[in-house]
T-cell receptor, first 113, second 118 residues
């Protein structure tokens, strides 16, 4: 069974600063994919970034980067130069064998001006 | 027009009512999903459809009945619900039931239907 753990229920970050959101995962599969989604108050889940288990380089998408440490089974999301619009819930998710995308419990981020 | 559209956005129903949630995707995807998001719980996968066939039913009570008449539409029929069924119900689609690698596993979500059962 797969499991995703996000230990930070909520955090504040100052506008223009960077923030790191923690994510650890547990799976016995060798092949898997890791995703981060953003959920603003509107409810829609928005894809941010993807990392494959065999990717040698950390994924980056604009201001988002994924700090992938395979041996530690962690896939932390780094948001650089935070903006007010970054205030939202952030979910880490994993897809391994099968069709399920397993989600963590989420971290609420509030960006302060 | 957004890729995945859900209606209604908000629904209040009594335990004896029968209602339906609708999801429509305009992305040409072949797979569609229902997720339940309750307060303080991770998203729970409920149903998966691929090419209009149900490929996964994640131990969901029979008071939730999905229907996928074509690859663009997905319904969730609700009857005799319980107050603990109150949640945000999210619909998603993906190009297919892809393997693990690549962003083909990416889901595109709608904004959800917030259900309150009285």
């Amino acid at each position: 069974a797969q499991k995703i753990t996000q230990t930070q229920p909520g955090m504040f970050v100052q506008e223009k600063e960077a923030v790191t959101l923690d994510c650890t995962y547990d799976t016995s599969d060798q092949s898997y994919g890791l995703f981060w989604y953003k959920q603003p108050s509107s409810g829609e889940m928005i894809f941010l970034i993807y990392q494959g288990s065999y990717d040698e380089q950390n994924a980056t998408e604009g201001r988002y980067s994924l700090n992938f440490q395979k041996a530690r089974k962690s896939a932390n999301l780094v948001i650089s130069a935070s903006q007010l619009g970054d205030s939202a819930m952030y979910f880490c998710a994993m897809k391994a064998a099968g069709n399920k995308l397993t989600f963590g419990g989420g971290t609420r981020v509030l960006v302060k001006p | 027009e957004t890729g995945v559209t859900q209606t209604p956005r908000h629904l209040v129903m009594g335990m004896t009512n029968k209602k339906s949630l609708k999801c429509e995707q305009h992305l040409g995807h072949n797979a569609m999903y229902w997720y339940k998001q309750s307060a303080k719980k991770p998203l729970e996968l409920m149903f998966v459809y691929s090419l209009e066939e149900r490929v996964e039913n994640n131990s969901v009570p029979s008071r939730f009945s999905p229907e996928c008449p074509n690859s663009s539409h997905l319904f969730l029929h609700l009857h005799t619900l319980q107050p603990e069924d109150s949640a945000l119900y999210l619909c998603a689609s993906s190009p297919g039931l892809a393997g693990v690698f690549g962003r083909t596993g990416e889901l595109f979500f709608g904004e959800g239907s917030r259900l309150t059962v009285l």
